[in-house]
């Protein structure tokens, strides 16, 4: 552990955490961050602390006793490395942290002057918190451009997060999960996952939400991980036509029907462009949803898909593409053909919890694997490989008592 984030001898409150441990090539101090993990950091170790300091509690914090946290993709590129040793994340990320931006828990501690503000809210209360911590203070932050903020924060990335016994989060940043309480669907412990999965979903339903997409347009998602699987959900609650998807793994596509997709199939026997246009009686997908990261492969055929569809046909990149990919300005110029990404999702927390309140989404189909937290080490390096699964939460933060610990 480095001795700057190490606890001391006094420290009366350890707790297990997963922590991510790299070489930084010109960070100083162990506990900095960069904005460019790929280009700063190298060889990143991953293990789990039994005695790491349990964090204090600020004026304004809350203290969440985490009872579930999602495995992300993000968290699985943040202990990969390419040939030469450099982090795979290619974004913001501190070189000693404890991952995990997607969790929910409950309340045992809060600041001073928490209640002054949020007097309704109390000890034991069920909540989550979102990721991206914003300043307040900067020019996109006065502007509502939280997302954007120019001197944020990410929890799981540079501020310590769910994958430990405990987090702190500002109370700026956490949202109640007492509107699932009396969904039958989120009963006792569910209630936990169903809020780990907030933070996939919003980031989804931001992109969407700012497309072009108006309910009962066909739409198509490519690639069913996680967040094509959150897509489905997301279009589903919003009025979508025939959503169309497709990803190579079986699993994934029984979960997609599970979920209420139209039609799925595997783009690896079939042409998406033929499978899209049939589905869809000749009409093609308003929206084509790029969740598989792997936008180069299928190229070809989106790029039809967007200049044969609909007038305005619009193309979300989600995951993102390796190369760069060559355009034609004829269909944006004729047929309004668009492209557009998103980023962040602060300030939509609000609404996928009333979504699954109301019961429009239940996303609980999507977790395929419970682990404890000693599970993780030798789980998230896997993830990189294993395209088979939907989400994989940590579910228990106490882990096997008699493990091997560091
Ligand atoms: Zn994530
Ligand atoms: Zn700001």
Known sequence: ???????????????????????????????????????????????VFNNFPKPSVGPTDILISVRACGVC?????????DDTGAVLYPFMMSSF?????????????????????????????????????????????????????????????TKNGGMAEFCVVDMRHVWSLQPLVYVNEFLQADIFLAGSLVEPHAGVFKAISESRFQPGDNVLVIGLGPIGLSAINVFRALGAGSIVCCDPSERRRHIARTLGASFVFDPLCLQIYEEAMGATLGSGTKIVF???????????????????GPHGSQLIFFGQSKIDLTVNPQPFIQKY?????????TK?????????????????????????????????????????????????????KDATRV
């Open 290 to 308: 790029e969740a598989s990261g792997l936008a180069e492969r299928n190229w070809t055929e989106i790029r039809r898909l967007l200049e044969e």
């Open 348 to 400: 939509v927390w609000n609404r996928i919890i009333n979504l699954f309140a109301a019961r429009r989404i239940n996303p609980l189909p999507m977790i395929t694997q419970t682990i404890s937290i000693d599970e993780v080490p030798s789980v998230l390096p896997s993830m990189a490989h294993d395209k088979t699964q939907g989400k994989i939460t940590i579910t228990n933060f106490e882990g096997v």
């Open 73 to 81: 993709g993000s968290d699985a590129a943040m202990v990969s490395t």
């Open 1 to 47: 552990m480095k001795e700057s984030c190490s606890p001391t001898k006094q420290e009366r409150n350890p707790m297990r955490a997963i922590v991510i441990d790299s070489e930084s090539k010109g960070l100083k101090d162990g506990c900095n961050k960069t904005r460019t993990a790929h280009a700063e950091l190298r060889n990143p170790k991953i293990s």
């Open 97 to 157: 942290i404890v991952p995990g931006h997607e969790f929910a828990g409950i309340v045992v501690d809060m600041g001073k002057n928490v209640k002054k503000y949020w007097p309704d809210l109390y000890l034991g209360d069920p909540v989550t918190a979102q990721c991206v911590l914003n300043c307040g203070f900067c020019i996109s932050c006065k502007i509502g451009e939280f997302d954007h903020c120019a001197n944020g924060d990410e929890i799981g990335f």
């Open 337 to 345: 053909v668009s492209f557009s990404g998103s980023h962040g999702h």
